[in-house]
């Protein structure tokens, strides 16, 4: 509930601050960091004259800007790849993935207490997410750097404890948990589950009919988040303030923060360049059950 109301303050604050304006372009984005571009271009637009084009809204996880999206709330949402393809296989006539605004072949991490991971028996990880699709396929690609392991479903907020009371040997889980992890307690491992031609994208998601009504400020918040992925980058060209946002949008204290961006690369692509891999994450939704058909190509290609 309080998520909600956040969300519902944020909403009527934005409607109010661009004068009511039926036309401004809603977006909701994540206060989490593989969202740091778009997050730096969200902060870049509110200070500068074209603020009132725009309505910004921010949310926890890709779900909730998800349900944001669908309900009608906003007109563009950022969303992890697991997120955005359930959507495309349920709405493929109302959705389009405009680009891909953050990518992390090693994003996805299994940490584990111990020096041998061939002696885990039992791993945590989230069902029906990218990164267990990430998992699944690491643990098919490399028998032989784990035993005959037992999967178990567990959220993040609840892996790191239950490793520490010893019910499983370790878990799978996206940034920046494994670097939170690794940092907090001592004697953990970890293994970058990267898989060849897999890159894990972050996705903005709109209403189709957005792109033809608000054009110009769809393109203009696209080169604002290349601007700041090119920033990202190399992020010794970052300035104190840009910092100073993604700490305090994140969570994270610098350092844990830089330590995390390292693993993510923030270049804006267009998402054509992912339907391979989109098709691959449906097709392991779809065996899981968590999705009732493969969505069709539907992407903005311009």
């Not at 697991?82 to 605004?101: E, F, N, T």
């Amino acid at each position: 509930m309080k998520i909600y109301t956040m969300a519902l303050f944020l909403f009527l604050t934005t409607l109010l601050s661009a004068g009511g304006k039926g036309d401004i372009l809603k977006v909701a984005y994540q206060d989490r960091i593989v969202d740091s571009a778009l997050i730096l271009a969200v902060h870049g637009i509110e200070a500068s004259p074209r603020a009132d084009n725009y309505g910004f809204y921010r949310f926890s996880s890709g779900s909730l800007s998800a349900e944001a999206l669908i309900s009608g709330d906003v007109d563009v949402a950022s969303m992890g790849d697991a997120v955005a393809v359930s959507l495309l296989s349920r709405y493929p006539d109302k959705l389009v993935v405009l680009g891909i605004h953050g990518t992390g072949p090693t994003r996805h991490r299994l940490v584990y207490a111990g020096s041998d991971p061939a002696s885990l028996e039992t791993l945590a990880v989230k069902f029906g997410t990218s990164t267990h699709s990430a998992l699944m396929a690491w643990l098919d690609r490399n028998p032989e750097e784990t035993g005959q392991v037992r999967l178990i479903d567990l959220s993040p907020d609840m892996q790191l404890s239950a490793l520490a009371s010893g019910e499983i040997d370790g878990f799978a889980a996206s940034e920046p948990t494994p670097t939170i992890a690794l940092n907090r307690v001592s004697g953990l491992n970890s293994l970058p589950l990267a898989v060849d031609g897999r890159a894990f994208p972050v996705v903005l998601v709109a209403r189709k009919k957005t792109y033809s009504l608000k054009k110009e400020a769809i393109y203009e918040l696209i080169g604002e988040i290349e601007k700041a992925g090119e920033a990202l980058e190399n992020r010794t060209s970052l300035t104190e303030e840009q910092w100073r946002i993604l700490t305090g949008e994140t969570g994270l204290e610098r350092s844990l923060l830089n330590q995390s961006l390292s693993h993510h690369s923030f270049r804006y692509r267009k998402a054509s360049d992912f339907q391979a891999e989109l098709g691959e994450l449906a097709a392991f939704l779809l065996e899981m059950g968590k999705i009732p058909q493969i969505p069709e190509k539907c992407v903005w290609e311009e």
